[in-house]
């Protein structure tokens, strides 16, 4: 079951990283990006490093307030957020049209909260791929949890340097994962690699939109807040995760910006002007109290120094998600399906 309380919260925050050294690591983490004096080039060359660091410091934090599945999802209206995320999940098992048995690849899997969701909705076994060792080590523990650790595991590696053999997986997806990549063509064209030929690769991807004005200096600060709120090196844009898809050789089958048709908008969970009891711990009062419970148990100990500091990127992302989706500059949730040839 997903952590959920307070000392959970602060007993996981830096991860794999020593408690001692996490102030270092989020100062180190802080310095890639453009509001410290960062740039794209020196992110995308050391991304390994940026993303483990992002992780190690942030997943107790997305575990806390937002359960086992770290994305975002369209909502209809009676719709709660867990029920949305399910469904958003289940919607891509569709149209990968999964079958019993077959065997799956989950790209940048978390902690697995879609993993064993889909497996268990398809009863097919799901491979999670994760550079992140404590996101894989608690991903183990809630596999064991859910029963699925027989048809269910992970594997330490790095998504542009996969260590599976060519054509060995009957269906690959990514959620909201591949955006970490530093050359989105190197990272589908490895996908390609190791998915049989004839079969299908399903995304949500985060890009921004054609609204996106790169003269635009408040849509700038959007985009550098939600990168270093999330652990990326850039944002791309729809249209280049199309090309660098086809130019990987896929077969695009569609691609659509879920954002477009969602009765509900996709940030309303980070809405601060949305209240919700269901998701209490990411409205303003929730965050509130959170930011407050995290100041005190770093003061006494029990959360290591620099944990406020984690926090507040987060919070800050959050403005930027909130801001972008308003907007329309930015999508978490572009979609797209797409096949390797048979002659692949």
Known sequence: MSKAGAFDLASGVGGKIDKTEVLSAVEKYEKYHVCYGGGEEEREANYTDMVNKYYDLATSFYEFGWGESFHFAPRWKGESLRESIKRHEHFLALQLGLKSGQKVLDVGCGIGGPLREIARFSSTSVTGLNNNEYQITRGKELNRFAGVDKTCNFVKADFMKMPFP???????????????????????????????????????????????????????????????????????????????????????????????????????????????????????????????????????????????????????????????????????????????????
């Open 166 to 344: 060519d054509n060995s997986f009957d269906a690959v997806y990514a959620i909201e994962a591949t955006c970490h990549a530093p050359d989105a063509y190197g990272c589908y064209k490895e996908i390609y690699r190791v998915l049989k030929p004839g079969q299908c690769f399903a995304a949500y991807e985060w890009c921004i939109t054609d609204a996106f004005d790169p003269n635009n200096q408040e849509h700038q600060k959007i985009k550098a807040e939600i990168e270093i709120g999330d652990g990326l090196p850039d944002i791309r844009s729809t249209r280049k995760c199309l090309e660098a898809m086809k130019q990987a050789g896929f077969e695009v089958i569609w691609e659509k910006d879920l954002a477009a048709d969602s009765p509900l908008p996709w940030y309303l969970p980070l809405d601060t002007s949305h209240f919700s009891l269901s998701s209490f711990r990411l409205t303003s009062v929730g965050r509130f109290v959170t930011r407050n419970m995290v100041k005190a148990l770093e003061f006494v100990g029990l959360a290591p120094k620099g944990s406020q500091r984690v926090q507040h990127f987060l919070e800050k992302a959050a403005e930027g998600l909130v801001a972008g989706g308003r907007k329309e500059i930015f999508t978490p949730i572009y979609f797209f399906l797409a096949r390797k040839p048979q002659h692949g």
